[in-house]
């Protein structure tokens, strides 16, 4: 036997489930998708239902109900006994439109924008340019958003079960003992304001974002009754100066932003804090070996499909930008699946 042909791989040793599970991911993908964009969960939520009221209820043709819900019990997403379907217990709590616990909201923009724009992600990657509604001198999602504050209200809303599962975890994890006043810069609907300030009694806030989002972030706030120490400061990050505060909070911020734009936020945040006042940045922060954390770098591809110059980053990244700026010391700490915050102390 010749030696490359004894190391040449055999299928023995290799199986393609891997490639092929996620080469055709979007089938699940898009199931679950469609899923959420039909309410079936919703739907489901206290009442299941058998195949057939189901098929009438959520408007289904018979071709393809069953194997659509079959699909969905096979993923996980439905149980069936008896013939008869209802929410596995998370689907239950997640994707139920009624519950507090909603994550849809961003699922629901996933389907509705970005599906058919990662479609161009070989354009992307070729050019550089992002292939979202802005597209060749379209108007931007966000301009529009701003024109219409109940669809604002959704993307606010969207942005909350995004980011509560961090926002929970920042609000038990970081010593809050130590401070007295934060400030969470570009705070959208302001859920991580409210568990910070729900966690800790002592401590009083502001939610900064551009003014559109005020009335969002007031409403919230009262639901939460915290209006008497929450407030809202109207501002854009780029044209002036970050309330002062003794800790500063940026979930999701940095990565819309090209690498001279980071560096601006965190001099502006470094300008804004006392002596030994702390910023946290908290996202899908990449592992620094840049080879784990999956979501995050894909999150970096997402940036690309929807920004200018965006772009997820490492922990040491980030660090020695902050550092950079002047802050004395920082360290890196681990949240929720592909999140962590990352501290600099001034
Ligand atoms: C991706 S959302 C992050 C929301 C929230 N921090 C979170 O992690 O869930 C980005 C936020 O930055 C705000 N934003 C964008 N540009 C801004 C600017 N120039 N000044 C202030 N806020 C801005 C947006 O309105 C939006 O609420």
Redesign the pocket.
Known sequence: MSTSAAAAPSGAQFAPEHIMQVGLGFWGSKTLLSAIEMELFTQLAGHPQDLETLTGRAGLHPRSARDFLDALVALGFLERTDGVYRNAPDTDLFLDKHKPSYIGGVLEMANARLFGFWNSLTEALRTGELQNEAKGGGVPL?QEL?ADPARLKG??AA??G??RG??LQIAEQFPWGDYKRFA??????G??SVQVALAHPRLTGYG???P??GPIFEEYVEQHGLGDRLAFVA?????GDLPRADVL?????LH?WNLEEKRTLIAKAYDALPTGGALVV??TIIDDDRSQNAFGLLMSLNMLIETHGGFDYTAADCMEWMRTAGFARTRTEHLVGPDSMVIAIK
């Open positions: 966000f701003y993307f606010a942005m909350t995004l980011s961090a926002s969470d810069i570009g705070t959208a609907q859920d991580l900064f974002d551009l559109e989002l501002g854009d990050f780029f044209a909070l940026m979930g999701h911020i819309d908290y996202e």
